[in-house]
């Protein structure tokens, strides 16, 4: 898309030799002397003196005024005096006398003028005015995606949509900033399902750009297609866009729920700080767990629970159920809170080592600080135990007699 400057230096260069070709016809002789004589000034680049020429004239005749206000506004804008530029082009403009060409070609200045000033509610009247009538050596599409950034700058969301599909329909090359107006006008009216083809097209453009891999993933879970979200995020990473860390932390937790814990699991582990924080290794150590990687995972829990000891209980817990009862023990001696718990745990260690009389010491403590099913089912099972190793004891001995 050209830039608005040079859109205004290429007007200015068609109104400056539509005045020469038609000056002496349609001009008083005086006026027309003048505004020779100011044109040829200007091409000597003595503009204060061109504009010293014209702004002291004051024609009778209707047409000279607004054919000199129309010459005017263009030097003034040369001379970057825009407030001047736009109030003689105005004016040259709402007189109506200008002929066709001479008229669109200085509406078109005078609107690309407010563009370019941010003046963008006086603008668009001019620009939806210019496509009525369009000569054939403009460009139609220019306007439209004009009339769109207008829009887009008032925040009107559906008339940028409008413009921009009269855009598309004259311009068929997609290029980055038409579709980035596109996309955030479908973005403001929360236009999910139509955002995404405006995005894969800027994809095309643009591969590396994090941004767009981002908003396509944050649409697509918006949707509720978390697998197209993974789809999405995981050709990123393949593709070599750098993720952002949060960007990782969400690819991992899609892979989780994709049923793929290892690789959510590889994926937390790029994380800058995969190594020190507290809650990353925990994150890592419940991935492994899921994927049944119980060394791998009970490796994680212990270097979570030595950053923050809240994640010590979770290390007990895994290390109970692979049968490291002694282990576990020992960090359940750790864990801070959760008093009732740890007893019950205990209980199940001890028993694990048929440690029976001291099981049912840490049943009946877990029972007196909150009495639960378990600790009194621990509790009557493991009366029982007692009672029988008791029996068995007691046949050994007069057995033995």
Do not use: C
Request: aromatic content about 8%; hydrophobic content about 40%.
């Amino acid at each position: 898309m050209r830039s608005i400057t040079k859109t205004l230096v290429l007007s200015i260069g068609l109104a400056l030799a539509s005045q020469t070709a038609i000056a002496g016809p349609q001009l008083s002789q005086f006026t027309a002397g003048k505004v020779q004589r100011a044109h040829q000034l200007q091409q000597d680049e003595k503009m204060a003196e061109a504009i010293a020429v014209l702004a002291e004239l004051e024609p009778s005749k209707a047409y000279d005024k607004a054919f000199v206000q129309r010459m005017l506004g263009v030097f003034y804008w040369q001379q970057g005096k825009t407030k001047l530029a736009v109030v003689n082009l105005t004016k040259a403009v709402n007189s109506g006398l200008l002929d066709d060409d001479q008229a669109w070609i200085t509406q078109r200045m005078l609107a690309d003028i407010l563009l370019s000033n941010e003046e963008y509610k006086k603008a668009l009247p001019h620009y939806y005015a210019l496509t009525k009538s369009i000569p054939e050596n403009q460009k139609a599409d220019e306007l439209w995606l004009r009339i769109a950034q207008s829009h887009y700058q008032l925040e009107d969301w559906k008339p940028v949509l409008s413009a921009m599909k009269r855009y598309e329909q004259l311009n068929k090359k997609d290029e980055v900033a038409p579709l980035t107006i596109k996309l955030g006008a479908q973005l403001q009216l929360q236009r999910w399902k139509s955002a995404l083809p405006t995005l894969q097209r800027l994809i095309v453009l643009e591969p590396n750009k994090l941004v767009w891999w981002q908003q396509t993933a944050g649409i697509q879970l918006q949707l509720n297609r978390s697998k197209d979200a993974l789809a999405t995020l995981a050709l990123a990473k393949r593709q070599g866009v750098a993720l952002s860390q949060q960007n990782l932390r969400t690819l991992a937790q899609l892979y989780a729920q994709q049923g793929i814990p290892e690789r959510a699991a590889k994926v937390l582990a790029e994380i800058d700080d995969a190594k020190t924080d507290p809650q990353l290794l925990a994150d890592q150590a419940t991935y492994w767990q899921l994927a049944k990687e119980w060394d791998t995972s009970i490796k994680y829990w212990r270097l979570a629970a030595a950053k923050n000891n809240k994640h010590r209980w979770a290390l007990a817990q895994l290390l109970l159920q692979e049968g490291h009862h002694r282990n576990a023990l020992k960090e359940l001696d750790r864990v801070s809170g959760r008093k009732s718990d740890v007893e019950l745990a205990r209980v199940r260690a001890y028993y694990k080592l048929s440690l029976f009389e001291k099981a049912l010491i840490h049943a009946k403590r877990a029972n007196n600080i909150k009495s639960t099913a378990a600790s009194k089912s621990w509790i009557k099972y493991l009366t029982q135990m007692r009672k029988m190793q008791q029996n068995n004891s007691a046949e050994q001995q007069l057995t033995a007699i």
